[in-house]
């Protein structure tokens, strides 16, 4: 019966009992744009809420992905179930996904307790702000209570991952001043912990103090967070220990200090908000079949209007003319 | 009379002129998004259409600041009236701008005939998309015949500026294999012309050669255009002979193809539909002061709703339960 396979309440039920299969399914779907996608959705709804999501960002190189699976390991070995998702960079043009080195995962393949997933990111920005916070919420019904979301990149993708993640890890390395520089120009803004990994190379206990400097100097709030910085040697599995205490120091603080309440508001929020603008965008291309904005376009690539005169046009068509209402 | 320094009428009568302070404070006007910004670009409208937009990307490091003076030199040569507009890249968190090398520019600092600005991208990409638009319109007004538009960074900004220019140089250089994989990640597809800088420097010619190569891969329609690979040395102002007649090739193609029209079209939609997204996503903000975007948020993290039916019940409220026309 095809029909049942893809009844989404029924695969929400069979995800939450941690079928692989229907978690996989429940991705591609919320993924991909797919006709059940708000059905999926609304599915969801009232399942989860209980993982946490750790993000891992750091330029190319710093080793995320090998930090990623000592994680796993580590948090396998204290009989948590775990989800990761691999945010894969794709060139801005082709759509193509670089799909980097995902050998080390493997280890954990076969593991009933992980669910791993990898995600392109579309060849555009944005792209992560629909798929990944959708594959969250199937993770999370699913009983995932952490999820790793590893992402590769620099700039906007550091910045889009820190919005969806309840704590976030931004990684360097000895010897690669890049990763440093990195940190310092802005990503520090966003860590919640900065981990040095490769710590058994020449070079990690001067990262290690450079970033502590960094972090001493940044102004902080009482009662604020203090991103601790981790010296770890992920392919040794060496530092994975203090790691996850910090994480879990983290989590409390996040939840004593009602940080977290706070995040997972704003992301929700941040998530309503982009759904809602996409359908005012899609109502823009319906008003007669995307003439009146092929119209507008023209009229004022020609100088008959301005783009803020001919905006207006297309505002009232979308909303009717109604002004925003005060109330409602 | 303070009241006619800002009257935007009047100073875009005086910018067209060529008056230096008035196209300074026409760019501040609509770069600042300040109350006069509607006025400005009412008044700007049917003015220019004139200026040639070519945009100048490429790794840092390749010498885009040296290419960009070498070009404004040529052009100026050649009795053309100049305009610069530098894109610089700030950290997405702090807002400050990067304010590189602009050295070079000071040459043309004292010539009437170059309008030279540095803009910051605001720290958030997208603020490309608002700020330089508007600025281009502001030079083309002041009787800019070409504007450069100069911007620092890779991907996403590099696709922008693209975006926004008549005419893409990609630039790389010799020994940077970085700026040459840049370009065959995916910059070739935006570049209509490659510019190999410091064509003086050993492994010039195997970096052009490299780039004919992967040009002379890619499909090419009938009648399209091939991209050309410029040697320039623009520090010695070596090939910039070459590469302005192959702009002049390009400018005329474009103009033959009626591509030139396709892409001015396709920026002035663009340009209609941001500002008319900008305008629907106040409207979210001014439903009840923002309170039912926040109650939303607040269901969603709960688990009392899915983003979706959040979303539907937003788009009800701004749009007032209005369908999407389907005629007006």
């Known amino acids: 019966m095809p029909a049942r396979r893809t009844d989404p309440a029924e695969l929400v039920e069979r995800a939450a009992k941690g079928e692989p299969r ?33 993000g891992l960002t750091g330029a190319p190189g710093v080793g995320k992905s090998t930090t990623t699976s000592a994680l796993v390991a580590g948090l396998r070995a204290r009989g948590r179930r775990v989800g990761v998702l691999a945010v894969d960079p794709s060139s801005p043009f082709t759509g193509g996904a670089l799909l980097g080195d995902r050998v080390r995962m493997q280890d954990h393949a076969t593991d009933p307790g992980v669910f791993i997933r990898s995600m392109a990111s579309r060849g555009r920005l944005g792209g992560l702000s629909w798929a990944a916070p959708h594959a969250l919420r199937v993770l999370d019904a699913a009983g995932c209570e952490v999820i790793l979301v590893e992402t590769v990149g620099v700039g906007q993708a550091e910045v889009e991952i820190a919005g969806h993640a309840d704590t976030t890890l931004v990684l360097a390395a000895p010897g690669m001043g890049d990763s ?16 040095v990994n490769k710590a058994d190379r020449e070079g990690a206990q001067a990262t290690v103090r450079d970033l502590r400097t960094m972090v001493g100097l940044a102004p902080s709030e009482p009662g604020g967070w203090k991103p601790p910085v981790v010296a770890v040697s992920a392919a040794r599995a060496e530092g994975v220990d203090e790691l996850l205490r910090q994480l879990d120091q983290h989590e409390r603080w996040l939840e004593e200090s009602g940080e977290l309440r706070r995040r997972r508001r704003a992301r929700a929020r941040a998530e309503v908000e982009a759904i809602a603008l996409e359908a005012l965008r899609a109502r823009i291309g319906s008003v007669r079949d995307h003439r009146l904005l092929d119209e507008l376009a023209e009229r004022v690539a020609g100088g008959g209007t301005d783009p803020y005169a001919a905006a207006d046009e297309l505002v009232a068509a979308v909303a009717g003319d109604v002004p925003a209402p005060l109330s409602r």
Not at 22 to 50: F, H, K, T
Request: charged share 20%; no cysteine; proline share 2%.
């Open 180 to 195: 440093v520089q990195a940190a310092k120009a802005g990503v520090l803004e966003i860590a919640d912990i900065l981990v």
């Open 22 to 54: 229907a978690v996989a399914r429940l991705i591609s779907l919320v993924e991909n744009d797919a006709p059940q996608l708000r059905a999926v959705m609304a599915a969801l709804a009232g399942r989860g809420g209980r993982a946490r999501v750790v």
